[in-house]
Nanobody
Framework: QVQLVESGGGLVQAGGSLRLSCAAS????????MGWYRQAPGKQRELVAE???????NYADSVKGRFTISRDNANNWVYLQMNSLKPEDTAVYYC??????????WGQGTQVIVSS
């Protein structure tokens, strides 16, 4: 019911910034939370940041103070501003939506590479 399309990934030097964007379409009225996950080579997918329907946010400890998640309700977009990037941030980043409170919806992923 929800389709997610990410953009904004790329190659950046350590200390640099990137802004990831995710466009949501479909039954967006049923979304209870949106967020960003990432998966590095050889590691499990992990939560990076999320924002609930009520506007509360949650961040992984490793990105607190560096990443900011935001949501544009009018235009159905969610963003991840990533500052002070580190090589360990290198991963495929996935947009995520929690639909109807239980169903997980995923974007196709966008690659972020941070060079040392």
């Amino acid at each position: 019911q929800v389709q997610l399309v990410e953009s904004g990934g790329g190659l950046v030097q350590a200390g640099g910034s990137l802004r990831l964007s995710c466009a949501a379409s479909g039954s967006i009225f049923s979304i209870s939370a949106m967020g960003w996950y990432r998966q590095a080579p050889g590691k499990q997918r992990e939560l990076v940041a999320e924002v609930t329907r009520g506007g509360s946010t949650n961040y992984a400890d490793s990105v607190k103070g560096r990443f900011t998640i935001s949501r544009d309700n009018a235009n159905n977009w969610v963003y991840l501003q990533m500052n002070s990037l580190k090589p360990e941030d290198t991963a495929v980043y996935y947009c995520h939506a929690l639909n109807w409170g239980t169903k997980h919806c995923w974007g196709q992923g966008t690659q972020v590479i941070v060079s040392s």
